[in-house]
């Protein structure tokens, strides 16, 4: 084997798997599987299909789910840079499966670091819903962030907050919560060595009171008859049907709600649990909980027997890595919203057409349509110049919720002039300024106030220096080449292609260039690859200056 697992945790596989051990040790010599995931915000599945570079196996579990060749490197392609799939881990898609998102939920994923479950919750909500995404690790943001805007999604708020806090700013609010638990991480070991050399130190204990504790709080952000996926890849019962049996316990207005199984996933396995509990050894101590004068809760049949109804996916049984995935559903009656209140469409910022009159909002950018309709914003002077200090220290703190009253202004006209002049569609949202940035925010902007905010909704651009607004690349990649006033396509079978997403400045006639009517070619073009948009470009005199941020560009 060329995996060297560690012997503890062969040891208590072996017990627990019997005359399956043989065969999920032989799992080990085989190749770990690779899957992308269409992201349907973009691009459909017939319509992907009949342009894929791969060849594409379908995923049992996911509709939207393909195994891929891993050697063919889906990451170097261009359609991977225009959002039209995400690369992830076969197993890893059954949570969001479970969870069910709708059009016009408010959905929480409450551990979302990479992102690629939140990206696959915001693409069964279609753009409409609410979606909040965070991760407790500031620096994972980073990553999260990107791959939301990268997948073109324009309805969520990225934090970086703690399940405690967020609780407090959203209480009752959800209707589905995920729960990708930190865990052990054993599901991992064939994927990613390290996973291994780190599995002593993520021991189950320090795991399973983190888990505990999680799934404490979540239960306070869901709204009445909602539902909550608690899933990890780890193997141990400790941290599964233990968890699930503990909360059941604790929160006895939940139930486990049916998981179609797969014929490739097991049910989950209670005994296992069971016979922990009457050994007295191997679990941690939370698990022995008991209120004064009660006997253990994991010692109650009913909570632990429900627990037979979550999933494993074991990777002697299917083509994927190790998880448990669990439904819990809520008991409550689930309140019906209207659209509105179901975060659907909370108001345009603006609408086609719409902005400050030219005069008002300091003339045109680009040569764009000319603007005209209602008044936004009170058009007050460009507040002066601040000093470094002042700069640096607003620069820090971008992604907070903070409101300075002349900056917000002058970020609020020039946002919607830009819309007017160069976005052919309404935005939908509430318009945010937080210091030099503009959002469209989904939810109500009072929920952010004191939390830990990298995103406060769909990122629009920033003011620099001089009131000049400047686009971000997430309203690129959100845009279809229709709803910008101009648009270059490129090809993904010529260099220029990876020239562009390489950061490169490309030379080029205005013919190149598609412009709505009255709009010439000078300006902020939206560049797009085979029909599917990328990041911005600006053309003047023949030449295209690359737009396309230095952390998204191409590296091969």
């Known amino acids: 084997m060329s995996i060297q697992l560690p012997p503890l945790f062969e040891s208590r596989m072996q017990r627990w798997l019997g005359g399956e051990y043989e065969n999920f040790i032989a799992s080990y010599e085989r190749s770990r599987y690779a899957g992308i995931r269409v992201n349907t915000l973009k691009i459909g599945l017939e319509d992907f299909a009949a342009i894929s570079p791969f060849e594409l196996k379908p995923i049992p579990w996911c509709e939207t789910g393909f195994y891929v060749d891993e050697n063919e490197r889906p990451g170097k392609h261009p359609y991977y840079h225009t959002g039209l799939y995400y690369i992830q881990e076969p197993s890893a898609m059954e949570p969001v499966e479970a969870l069910r998102p709708e059009p016009g939920d408010r959905v929480l994923d409450l551990c979302a670091a990479p992102g690629g479950k939140s990206t696959q919750i915001a693409a069964k909500l279609g753009g409409r819903g609410v979606l909040v995404t965070n991760d407790i690790s500031a620096e994972r943001t980073k990553a999260l962030a990107k791959?939301?805007?990268?997948?073109?999604?324009?309805?969520?708020?990225?934090?970086?907050?703690?399940?405690?806090?967020?609780?407090?700013?959203?209480?009752?609010y959800f209707d589905k919560i995920l729960v990708d638990a930190p865990c052990s991480g054993e599901g991992m070991f064939r994927k990613d060595p390290d996973a291994v050399r780190q599995w002593e130190k993520h021991s189950v204990e320090v795991c399973t009171v983190m888990q505990r504790d999680i799934l404490d709080t979540v239960a306070s952000m869901l709204a009445p008859g909602g539902r909550i996926v608690y899933s990890t890849c780890t193997f141990a019962p400790e941290e599964n049907e233990a968890m699930i049996a503990l909360f059941l316990a604790r929160h006895p207005d939940f139930v486990v709600g049916e998981l179609p199984h797969s014929p490739l996933f097991a049910p989950g396995r209670p005994e296992w649990v069971a016979g922990l509990v009457e050994s007295g050894g191997g679990l941690s101590p939370l698990l022995h909980e008991a209120a004064e004068g009660e006997e253990p809760l994991l010692s109650r049949p009913e909570p632990l027997a429900q627990t037979a109804r979550a999933a494993r996916i074991w990777p002697h049984l299917a083509e994927g890595e190790g998880h448990f995935v669990c439904v819990l559903e809520h008991t409550g009656e689930r309140a019906a919203r209207d659209e509105a209140a179901a975060g659907s469409a909370p108001g345009p910022v603006i609408g086609a057409g719409e902005s400050l009159p030219a005069a008002e909002a300091?003339?045109?950018?680009?040569?764009?349509?000319?603007?005209?309709?209602?008044?936004?914003?009170?058009?007050?002077?460009?507040?002066?110049?601040?000093?470094?200090?002042?700069?640096?220290?607003?620069?820090?703190?971008?992604?907070?919720?903070?409101?300075?009253?002349?900056?917000?202004?002058?970020?609020?006209?020039?946002?919607?002039?830009?819309?007017?002049?160069?976005?052919?569609?309404?935005?939908?949202?509430?318009?945010?300024?937080?210091?030099?940035?503009?959002?469209?925010?989904?939810?109500?902007?009072?929920?952010?106030?004191?939390?830990?905010?990298?995103?406060?909704?769909?990122?629009?651009?920033?003011?620099?220096?001089?009131?000049?607004?400047?686009?971000?690349?997430?309203?690129?990649?959100?845009?279809?080449?229709?709803?910008?006033?101009?648009?270059?396509?490129?090809?993904?079978?010529?260099?220029?292609?990876?020239?562009?997403?390489?950061?490169?400045?490309?030379?080029?006639?205005?013919?190149?260039?598609?412009?709505?009517?009255?709009t010439d070619a000078k300006g902020y073009v939206l560049v797009s690859i085979d029909g599917y948009s990328a990041g911005w470009g600006k053309w003047a005199a023949g030449v295209l200056k690359n737009e396309y941020p230095a952390g998204w560009r191409w590296n091969g």
């Open 147 to 172: 791959n939301i805007e990268m997948s073109g999604v324009r309805n969520a708020v990225v934090l970086n907050e703690t399940p405690e806090r967020i609780a407090e700013k959203f209480p009752a």
């Open 362 to 518: 300091g003339g045109r950018q680009g040569g764009g349509p000319k603007a005209g309709g209602r008044r936004e914003g009170r058009g007050a002077a460009l507040p002066r110049r601040e000093d470094k200090s002042a700069r640096q220290a607003r620069g820090r703190n971008k992604d907070a919720y903070i409101r300075e009253e002349a900056s917000e202004d002058t970020v609020r006209r020039a946002c919607l002039q830009f819309l007017a002049a160069h976005v052919t569609v309404p935005i939908y949202g509430t318009l945010l300024i937080s210091g030099d940035y503009a959002y469209a925010c989904p939810v109500e902007p009072h929920r952010l106030h004191g939390l830990k905010v990298r995103r406060s909704g769909f990122q629009l651009g920033m003011v620099k220096s001089g009131g000049r607004f400047v686009p971000s690349n997430a309203l690129a990649a959100a845009l279809l080449p229709s709803e910008s006033a101009r648009t270059l396509d490129l090809s993904s079978a010529q260099q220029e292609a990876v020239s562009y997403l390489k950061g490169e400045t490309l030379t080029l006639d205005a013919e190149r260039i598609r412009c709505a009517e009255g």
